[in-house]
């Protein structure tokens, strides 16, 4: 599988993406929220053409507990779409930088990710406890994964691999996520964040 070097977040440096991964609190199974921060480009844009994909949903709704059935049907909707999509880029697919689309054939890690939600919402899951997020992986680039907020921790179903892992169990950056209460609404997961309009600017390989 290959990620998405070109989703969407300002470029920062080394010693800042050090800083960021040593203030950001891995240490329990939930990731902490800091306040709202701007979507990225592409989700605002997804959202205009699948309107029906980001209506708000009520706050009743929470954490769906993690069942031996539950936990089956994200091992199986992770696989299952892992297989089936073939890794491509916007570039590659579109002739542009980032578009967020569900892919029938081919996509990248958003592609991935809103499939992902796509189908479990289909099979019963609430949209709260399935959001899209934005991380810097393992090369510093930037990637999108599907998080699944359930009673027992954050989980993370990513392109890159078959296993469900809870988020700090993961080698990323946590960066931002749609909000459980209304997913036209993301919040940071970065304590350092001081400059959410830098994030409209798109993610970029750290310098």
Known sequence: MIGCGFLALAPIAQADEDRRTAHQD????????????????????????????????????????????????LDTVNRQVNKAIEPASDMELYGETERWTIPTAKGDCEDYALLKRKILIERGWPISALLMTVVRDEKGEGHAVLTARTAQGDYVLDNKTDEIRVWQKTPYTYIMRQSYIDPNVWVSLDPTDQEKPALLSGVRKRR
């Open 26 to 73: 891995q240490s329990q199974p939930f990731m902490r929220v800091y306040g709202p921060t701007y979507p990225p480009y592409g989700y605002v844009r997804f959202c205009q053409y699948f309107a029906g994909e980001c209506k708000a949903v009520p706050l009743a709704e929470s954490r769906v507990t993690l069942s031996p059935i539950r936990m089956l049907e």
